[in-house]
């Protein structure tokens, strides 16, 4: 598997860079795993704050394009992505933003609730 990169723009304002990157001769689609430990080495960035956001695969190639973001702080990172994001790349805090998915739609449940309750009053 040999990685790529073909683009790589630096987004100061959310503290990131963005990468686009291709992988020639893969006869399967690569782990995010694999991929994020190969453009973390490639960027010299911490595979624990590189994220991979897309993978595509053609029907019948074995080109795969994608797109990942290096951040430089983990607490930014944590802001700034989508829960399915951060579950895809850290399956092992996968149930800890599950379960803080869930608290928060309970929260958002109850006050719905509450402010159908003062109307009707």
Partial sequence: MKVE???KKSNPLLSREEIEFKVTDSNVTPKIQDLKTKIAALTE???ELTLITEIKQG???KEVKG???TYKEKKKMKETEL???LGRN???EKAKIKKAREEKK???EKK???SKKKKKK
């Fill in 5 to 7: 990169i073909t683009s």
């Fill in 45 to 47: 960035a911490d595979s």
């Fill in 59 to 61: 029907f019948g190639t």
């Fill in 67 to 69: 797109k990942a973001r």
């Fill in 83 to 85: 829960d399915y994001v």
């Fill in 90 to 92: 850290f399956p092992e």
């Fill in 106 to 108: 309970a929260i958002k």
């Fill in 112 to 114: 719905k609730l509450e």
